[in-house]
C-alpha cells in the first residue's frame, strides 16, 4: 500500500464525501463556506479520482484502499496541528505552504498533509519522528538570512473550539492560547524556541 498520494482540493473533497465525512483541514482553491462551489468541487474532484483509477467497486462507488487508509483518519477530525507560511507583518494571512497533521491508524505514526497555494496536497502517513521533524524545520524558515518579512503560524487546537499558537519570525517567537476564532497571534508572549504543545508527540 502507498504511503503518500497526490491529491486536489477536488479530490480531496470528493473523497471526504465517498468517506461520510467532512473536511475540517484547508482547501486554498474552494470556498468552503459557499455550499455551491463545495459541489461543483465534489463533482470535479469525483471525475478526476475516476479518470485517475483512484474509485473501484461497483459503479466506481468506492475509494481505493490507499486513498481510504491516508484520508479516512483525517476525513471529520480537527487537526492535532496545523502551520502556515505567513507574512511577518500580517499573520493572520496564510501566505505559502500549509500543513496538517492528524493521528493513524497506525500507532505512533501520523498523517501529515501538505497543501501548496494551488491546491495540490501531499498526503502521507510518517512516523513520529519524521512528524516532528517536519514542523520543526517548517518552524525554522523564517529564521532563515533575509527573511526578515516572513513568519510561520503553528496551531495546536485541543478540541473544544480553542488552541494554542506560536508565531515565529526572524525576531525570535511569540505564542499564546485562545478560542480557535478569534486567536490574536499578535499578542503573545516571547517563548524561547517552539513551545512542545506545538510539535507533534505520542
Do not use: C
Request: charged share 20%.
Amino acid at each position: 500500500m502507498s504511503q503518500r498520494i497526490l491529491l486536489s482540493d477536488d479530490e480531496v473533497v470528493a473523497a471526504a464525501v465517498r468517506l461520510g465525512k467532512d473536511w475540517k483541514a484547508s482547501l486554498p482553491t474552494i470556498s468552503v463556506e459557499d455550499p455551491a462551489d463545495l459541489i461543483r468541487a465534489a463533482a470535479r474532484g469525483h471525475r478526476s479520482l475516476y479518470l485517475r483509477g483512484l474509485l473501484t467497486g461497483p459503479d466506481n462507488s468506492e475509494l481505493v484502499p490507499e486513498v481510504s487508509a491516508l484520508l479516512g483518519p483525517a476525513a471529520g477530525a480537527v487537526p492535532q496541528h496545523l502551520g502556515y507560511a505567513a507574512d511577518s507583518a500580517n499573520p493572520h494571512v496564510v501566505a505559502g505552504m500549509q500543513f496538517a497533521i492528524f493521528d493513524s491508524a497506525r500507532h505512533n505514526n501520523k498523517i501529515l498533509i501538505v497543501t501548496l497555494p494551488n491546491g495540490i496536497n501531499e498526503v502521507s502517513e510518517v512516523q513520529l519522528g519524521a512528524a516532528r521533524d517536519f514542523v520543526e524545520a517548517f518552524a525554522a524558515a523564517p529564521l532563515q538570512a533575509g527573511a526578515e518579512d516572513k513568519a510561520v503560524v503553528l496551531i495546536a487546537p485541543d478540541g473544544k473550539d480553542s488552541a494554542g499558537f506560536g508565531v515565529v519570525t526572524a525576531k525570535g517567537t511569540t505564542s499564546g492560547a485562545g478560542e480557535l476564532p478569534l486567536l490574536d497571534l499578535e499578542s503573545g508572549l516571547p517563548t524561547r524556541g517552539v513551545p512542545a504543545t506545538l510539535v507533534p508527540s505520542a
